[in-house]
């Protein structure tokens, strides 16, 4: 069973870095494609980055790029967010997820994590 495990989150102020990590508890990480994804109070959730399982593929919000970088572990049993320049805006509940990448269907996403705080202040 595929269960992404969120860690990394906390309390930053704008400009800071953070760095969020995403592990699978059944170590079955390296088949599947992985996402970011967040989730401000009030707001639905919204794609932040994702990766297919070889790592040549990558994708990005816009209000993300050229800050946030989306990674896996040399084994591919992780995935990381690297996430650069944060903005209040920023804040939410960021969620990992594993799935599936295709030219033709794009991602799309089978598992989710419990998600991880990220708060940054003014």
């Known amino acids: 069973q595929v269960q992404p495990v969120e860690s990394g989150g906390g309390l930053v102020q704008a400009g800071d870095s953070l760095k969020l990590s995403c592990a699978d508890s059944g170590g079955a990480f390296s088949s599947y494609a992985m996402g970011w994804f967040r989730q401000a109070p009030g707001k639905d959730r919204e794609f932040v980055a994702a990766?297919?399982?070889?790592?040549?593929?990558?994708k990005y919000a816009d209000s993300v790029k050229g800050r946030f970088t989306i990674s896996r572990g040399d084994a591919k049993n992780s995935a990381y967010l690297q996430m650069n320049s944060l903005k209040p805006e920023d804040t939410a509940v960021y969620y990992c997820a594993a799935g599936y990448y295709s030219e033709s269907r794009g991602y799309e996403y089978a598992y989710w994590g419990q998600g991880t705080q990220v708060t940054v202040s003014s």
């Open positions: 990766i297919n399982w070889t790592g040549s593929n990558t």
